[in-house]
């Protein structure tokens, strides 16, 4: 059975091949573009699953392309992991933003990128229906009941608390920036502000108890669900 089809967007062509060769070798059509006009051509041409995306590239950078590819309704379901040279937490968080799944950044193992390539691609196949109700190794999440237990015991949540849990579980191993939480509890019963996030975090920490580091802290970006 073959498997989904990846379009690579970077113009060092040796790393191109690295990780063609990669993620050939664990089945995937990969296709590639050296710029950011041509990722767009070939997005909407080939229509991949996923699109490994720099973010430096020559005339349209990675970023304005992860905007436009969110901003057309028919290309705005396509996963893209970004690639960072730079590792400047600006870049990874405004990235997010615009719509972006992951982010790796350079130099990384080739073996790191497949995985989290599985990952996203995995995450785009659940169905929203299903996350109603989430079970991970003994801890689970029901939105009917609104009710969160750990082992058979009831963890005792504020809203605010299990609106956040429940985001970050839905999508475990995608990063989630402070504002994209923000809007996840917006609407809560408490004024939640950027910071604040890290409060309620701590707290759901403190109550989730031996599953505390499950959520972990992405240092100046936000936070993700470990898988």
């Given at each position: 059975m073959s498997k989904e089809k990846i379009l690579v967007v970077d113009d060092e062509q040796d790393l191109v091949k690295l990780i063609r060769y990669h993620l050939e070798k664990d089945g995937y059509k990969v296709l590639s573009a050296s710029s950011g006009e041509d990722a767009l051509f070939l997005t909407r041409r080939e229509r991949p699953e996923l699109v490994i995306l720099d973010l430096m590239l020559p005339g349209i950078d990675g970023l304005e392309v992860c905007k436009k590819l969110k901003a057309d309704?028919?290309?705005?379901n396509t996963s893209i992991v970004m690639l960072t040279a730079?590792?400047?937490?600006?870049?990874?968080t405004l990235g997010l933003k615009l719509g972006a799944?992951?982010?790796?950044?350079?130099?990384f193992s080739p073996k790191e990128l497949v995985a989290r390539v599985q990952a996203v691609l995995r995450r785009s196949k659940i169905s929203p229906a299903t996350k109603d109700y989430i079970e991970i190794e003994g801890l689970t999440i029901d939105t009917c009941k609104h009710e969160v237990t750990v082992k058979n015991g009831t963890v005792p949540l504020t809203l605010t608390e299990f609106k956040l849990l429940?985001?970050?579980?839905?999508q475990p191993g995608r990063v989630f920036t402070r504002d994209q939480l923000l809007d996840a509890v917006a609407g809560s019963e408490t004024f939640v502000i950027d910071r604040t996030v890290d409060v309620h975090i701590a707290s759901l920490r403190k109550k989730l108890k031996a599953y505390a580091n499950r959520i972990v802290t992405i240092r100046?970006?936000?936070y993700k669900f470990r898988e």
């Open positions: 309704s028919e290309l705005a730079k590792g400047e937490e600006v870049d990874i799944d992951d982010y790796v950044t350079k130099p429940h985001q970050l579980a839905s100046g970006i936000g």
